[in-house]
């Protein structure tokens, strides 16, 4: 366990809800459209960083377009061992809200 | 999942017009701020978002957002760039204390050369701002102005002003808020049957408001209420009544009573007033109260803003409209000029920017060692540049590490120049007779760290650009190929360097030499008569009458060869001037110049050892002498015109009521009691019996014990009568006084200079030498024998030292000469100057390169010779 933050947690899920176009951008709407705040640039490129020296995501260039200026993208991808780690928290997460839910049954 | 990624995707890309593009510079300005990994990629982001926003709502909130992010990465920008400059200036110093480490004897060439360097600077510049800070201290030092005169032919200046200028300049000119006259004299106090003569001065109530000097006890209002009073310093004080309070008591001066009113604190070293008692004008002789005597200073103080110019000019003619036959113009001299400039030009200021620039020239020798070694050393260093380079040092990087290297060594340097500086203090102060010291107010720390760090740069900026500019592949390839280029043009910058630093040690040498030379001659110039142990006692006006008796009892000692009377001290020559009072058989027309008078009895031309030119000196076989002659000296004969002086009649205050008419019966030789800056002036003497000034000719030894007989001798008339006396020999010294402040200060440099074009020069030598270890042991496998190798190595440098002197001849010559128009009396430039210049320093750069050249040739080639 690498120790994620919700916000890093919340990010790769989105990398992986985008498949193949996860650049900034991208990724920063999805949240705010999933959450319905406000996601600002920098508090998702920060994250994007850390995660990638972590190797939990890794990057590629991808196309460059007219929009851009013509400057390639930096496209995101959940490496094998990032999917593991998410996979961990959703274990334990979902361990908990199972242990959860069985006491409030048992209380009852 | 579909229908979300739709609904994010880039969307109208071929919406996209030119105008919404965000604008070049801010990307410029962004571009800069973004780390080089994620440029790219984010640029394209913050293009994206920029189309976007203007788009949905206007170009401006799109240029807002774009400002608002840019602004938004400022911090995080500066945070890391402070961050990792920390880091690299962290790596700097530790290569730079490393490669100080390695290289002891490179290091300890460097750091010492500038070190002294820096200490010669340091002390030179304490000493300028000791000789500028003077008189400044003053409130209104501004507005303060001493009123000089410009006499015409002859063209000269003058001090000395009537008495009743300031007065008259204060009442006249609203310009013009105070004024205060000021003689300056040296009087005997008295105190309880205690005296000493002290350095006094007669002053107006006006003095302490236009001056500055405060008062530790007393009021500056009521000082001189009262004319017998007397104002005394603190030292003063000290000495007559110890600890008691002063004020109020009473002590006798010129044989009246007067009571001390206030006592001054200690006049700095730095004011050009110099005095231990202040007493009011009012009590003065009255020669100090008429028009037509110039014995007195004449301060003033200006109104604000008054413009010294046009004060100048309204004065001028003061002095010609209350005397007849005056020659002068008045004009208002500043305070702040008194000690540095002299009236018509030069003065201390020439020694300020003399030495300021000697300091430089230090300086710059060893920083030149400095830059001479790092190249030297470059190619040691060679690999590590390469290997650098290789590994991504960027340009500006590897100058930043050199010029660290620089400023460090320069830092270390600095302490250990302050260090020396303080050593060095007392001494440089008891040459001087200076109160310098180390000073560490925050001007002084910004100059000394400026200092160091402009020496740091400037000795590093070479190196740095030099070594930093070589391309990785040319380093790294090896001895052959492109490098031997750049090492060439190296060597000959490096010979440049070297040549320049030993022409500037060959001028400090030539310069040296001549004022050596100079100072010589003036000490052993054929004065016209014989100056050694001569002694001139001065005593007070008390023992006038007794005076030719106290003269022949002293002449019963047999230590005392002969003695003589005078009514002035000889070496005097401001109070002995009059001024165009004079006439005389034949005089015709216009001739103004100065002359010097002096009253002097029989004795005077034997004591002194005297001769005559023409005729002869007063004798007592002429009965009519003391009333009818006088004598002058060959110099008054050509001022005068004659051709026949003896018999003329010669008039003094001629036209006026006291007018004394004498006869020529003498011509002196020419004999100069004056500094040699000056040529001999006309001079006459006349007759008298009394006088307060006895000049006695000693036998060479034991001249204290006879001045110890002349003192109880004096004693036996005058019990309380201070022993006041002086020796020719020193007086006339002490008229050299700023040459021989020049001779010391010059001495000290050239031997700094010298000493650290030498520790260059070994340094350099060193790595030649060790360059050369594999031909050196080819060579002498091949035959050559240790002498001829010794030959080849010393050659090189031979041949620069000589080049150097040619370079450093025309320039010093041409200092040198500059320096000699201050005398009337000079020695000749002669050849063997330079040429004792050139063998010196050519004896000099052989012996500190010989000491690697002998190693290298003696040591064994298989040393040499084994690894390859």
Known sequence: ?108 | MDELLNAIGPEGIDKVKKSKIPPKFLETFLQALLSIKDRESLLGDFNEMYVRISNKGGVIRALCWYFFHIFKLIPAYVESKIYWSLIMIKNYLKTAVRNLKNDKVYSVINISGLAIGMACTILILLWVQYELSFDRFHNNAGRIYRVSAHYHDPDDFGRYLPGPLAAYLKEGYPEILDATSYKPMTMKLTVDNRSFFSQGSYVEPSFLKIFSFPLLKGDAETIFLDPYSIVITDELAKKFFGQENPVGKTMTFMGVDVKVTGVIKNIPKNSHLQFDFLVPYEIGFYSMRIWSNNSVFSYVKLAEHADSHAVSQKISDVAKKHRQNCNYDLFLHPLAKIHLYALGGGGQITYVYIFTIMAVFVLLIASINFMNLSTARAEKRFKEIGVKKVLGSSRPQLIKQFLSESILHSFIALFLALFLAALLIPSVNSILNTPLKLNFSLMWICSFIGIALLTGVFSGSYPALYLSGFRPLAVLKGPFGSRSKVRSRATILRKALVVMQFSLSIFFIIGILVITRQMNYIRTINLGYDKDYLVVVKTSGELRKNIQVIKNELLENPSILNATVSMMSLVDWESAVTDRHLSWTGKSGEYSFMMGQNFVDYDFLDTLKLQMAQGRFFSREFLSDPREACVVNEAAVKAMRMDEPLGKKFYINAGTDSERSKTIIGVVKDFNTQSLHKEIRPFWWEFTNSGSYLCLKLQGRSTSASLKFIENKIKEFIPDDPFSYYFLDDKLNSLYQTEQLTRSLTRYITFLAVFISCLGLFGLASFSVERRTKEIGIRKVLGSSSSQVVLLLTKEFTKWVLMANVLAWPAAYFAVNLWLKNFAFKTAISVWIFLLAAGLSLLIALITVSFQSIRAATANPVDSLRYE
């Not at chain 1, 991208?26 to 850390?50: N, Q, Y």
């Not at chain 1, 390639?72 to 998410?86: A, C, D, N, P, S």
């Open chain 1, 1 to 108: 366990m690498k120790g994620l933050t919700r916000k890093e947690e919340l990010i790769m899920l989105s990398i992986l809800n985008l498949q193949r176009d996860a650049y900034l951008i991208a990724i920063t709407d999805h949240l705010s459209k999933i959450t319905g705040k406000r996601v600002s640039l920098t508090s998702v490129h920060l994250p994007l960083s850390r995660l990638e020296k972590q190797d939990l995501i890794e990057s590629e260039f991808g196309e460059a377009t007219a929009i851009r200026g013509g400057r390639r993208k930096k496209i995101y991808k959940v490496t094998k061992m990032g999917f593991e780690e998410l996979n961990e928290y959703k274990r334990i997460t979902d361990m908990l809200w199972t242990n959860y839910s069985m006491l409030s049954v048992q209380k009852e």
